[in-house]
Nanobody
Framework: QGQLVESGGGSVQPGGSLRLSCSVS???????????MGWYRQSPGKQRELVAS???????NYSDSVKGRFTISRDYAKKMVYLQMDSLKPEDTAVYFC??????????WGQGTQVTVSS
């Protein structure tokens, strides 16, 4: 059973930056290489929404609200997925979740990491 652990969340002032990391374990490398990976977020009272994703073919996709400010990347050798968040806004406050979806359709989620943007 795959396991994802997020880290890097915290509190930051508007305009600041954070880098989220997602460590992937118990998924064999060949499955990870062919998987799609993404970051989602959920605020109180709202549905979980896709923030950024990267396909096995390295095609990236961003929600309109973060486009130009967030960057998703991955390191297969380290089995890590990252989300660089710049120019943070109060509306970016949420719990951020890492997701890995394998080619066979197995979906894995982390436990989430809190990001709070406030002055």
């Amino acid at each position: 059973q795959g396991q994802l652990v997020e880290s890097g969340g915290g509190s930051v002032q508007p305009g600041g930056s954070l880098r989220l990391s997602c460590s992937v374990s118990r998924i064999i490398l060949s499955s990870l290489i062919s998987a799609d990976m993404g970051w989602y977020r959920q605020s109180p009272g709202k549905q979980r929404e896709l923030v950024a994703s990267i396909t096995s073919g390295s095609v990236t996709n961003y929600s309109d609200s973060v486009k130009g400010r967030f960057t998703i990347s991955r390191d297969y050798a380290k089995k890590m997925v990252y989300l660089q968040m710049d120019s943070l806004k109060p509306e970016d406050t949420a719990v951020y979740f890492c997701n890995v979806t394998t080619r066979r359709g197995y979906e894995y989620w982390g436990q989430g990491t809190q990001v709070t943007v406030s002055s």
